[in-house]
Nanobody, 120 residues
Framework: QVQLVESGGGLVQAGGSLRVSCAAS????????MGWYRQAPGKQRELVAS???????MYAESVKGRFTISRDNAKNTVYLQMNSLKPEDTGVYYC??????????????WGQGTQVTVSS
């Protein structure tokens, strides 16, 4: 059993900053990838940022230079620091992980999502 729990969403004015966190717990041996997706109303879920086990990162073009993904391996936690927020960044932010469990199976997991709202 693996759980991903997000926190840190909220309401912020345009130009402001927020940091969202995702803590993974349960039967985890190792991570392949952890990342963040978002879904705006009426739109498809899209990848925002991801980080591989080796530390490689990838960002959506729309957030490059404004968002930073990081992790704390000791806490099995991944963060997304969001600066210079824009109204179009509004959406539900979901944590995603591809990992290997203690039972030695590869699994794909999602958090429940946290709302980020940027007002203009």
């Amino acid at each position: 059993q693996v759980q991903l729990v997000e926190s840190g969403g909220g309401l912020v004015q345009a130009g402001g900053s927020l940091r969202v966190s995702c803590a993974a717990s349960g039967s985890i041996r190792s991570f392949y990838v952890m990342g963040w997706y978002r879904q705006a109303p009426g739109k498809q879920r899209e990848l925002v940022a991801s980080m591989t086990s080796g530390g490689g990162t990838m960002y959506a073009e729309s957030v490059k230079g404004r968002f930073t993904i990081s992790r704390d391996n000791a806490k099995n936690t991944v963060y997304l620091q969001m600066n210079s927020l824009k109204p179009e960044d509004t959406g539900v932010y979901y944590c995603h992980a591809v990992l290997r469990t203690l039972e030695d199976s590869r699994g794909d997991y999602w958090g429940q999502g946290t709302q980020v709202t940027v007002s203009s």
